[in-house]
Structure formats: structure tokens, C-alpha cells
């Protein structure tokens, strides 16, 4: 079993930056492909980035391309998701999630952290 814990969220106003971390319990954290997803009020879970194993691959939605960037330290067993020029539509609850195939379906992922709150203001 794996547990996740989100931290790093906050409120920023636009064009600002925050950097969310995610770590991981156990010792298997190496063995997951780790993704980072997104959900607003009535809105569906979205995806945001995902890693490979390794951390020599990485993937973004098209809305973050150039802003967020996805890192991961398995030594250390966490992962980071460093967001720069915020927008207010990025508000949200943010997840760390972690699956065995890398993927921006929520179903590919078995473990989840709580999540934690992300807030631009304009």
C-alpha cells in the first residue's frame, strides 16, 4: 500500500507561481508512473502532467504546456509540479496520483493523495 500527501497549494494571484509536492510512503514509489490532476467545482477530475518511472518523460495538457513543470526524486520518494504564470482558471484541487502506465485517464492511477487547493485570484 501505497499513501500520498499533497502539499504546496495556496492562494496566489495571476501570473504567480506555487510549487506542489507529493510525497510517497514505502519503498515501491520508483515503480509508478506519478501523474498530477486537477478538479473545480463541478467539474470532472481533469488531468494536468504525468512522469515516467525514471523521470526522463513527461507529459502535459495542452493548457499547462510551457507554465508547469513535472519532476519527481525516487531517492527521496516525492515528486513536484512547479507552476509558473498562474491563471485563475487553474484554480483547483490538486492530486498527486500514481499508476502503472502513464496515462490522462483517472482509471490508470491506484493511489491518491487528498488533495491539495490551488487559488489564483485576478
Known amino acids: 500500500q501505497v499513501q500520498l500527501v499533497e502539499s504546496g497549494g495556496g492562494l496566489v494571484q495571476a501570473g504567480g507561481s506555487l510549487r506542489l509536492s507529493c510525497a510517497a510512503s514505502g519503498r515501491t514509489f520508483s515503480s509508478y508512473v506519478m501523474g498530477w490532476f486537477r478538479q473545480a467545482p463541478g467539474k470532472e477530475r481533469e488531468f494536468v502532467a504525468a512522469?515516467?518511472?525514471?523521470?526522463?518523460?513527461?507529459y502535459y495538457v495542452d493548457s499547462v504546456k510551457g507554465r508547469f513543470t513535472i519532476s519527481r526524486d525516487n531517492a527521496k520518494n516525492t515528486g513536484d509540479l512547479q507552476m509558473n504564470s498562474l491563471k485563475p482558471e487553474d484554480t483547483a484541487v490538486y492530486y498527486c496520483?500514481?499508476?502503472?502506465?502513464?496515462?490522462?485517464?483517472?482509471?490508470?492511477?491506484?493511489?491518491w493523495g487528498q488533495g491539495t487547493q490551488v487559488t489564483v485570484s485576478s
Open positions: 496520483a500514481l499508476g502503472l502506465v502513464t496515462s490522462g485517464m483517472t482509471d490508470r492511477y491506484y493511489y
Open positions: 512522469i515516467s518511472r525514471s523521470g526522463d518523460s513527461s
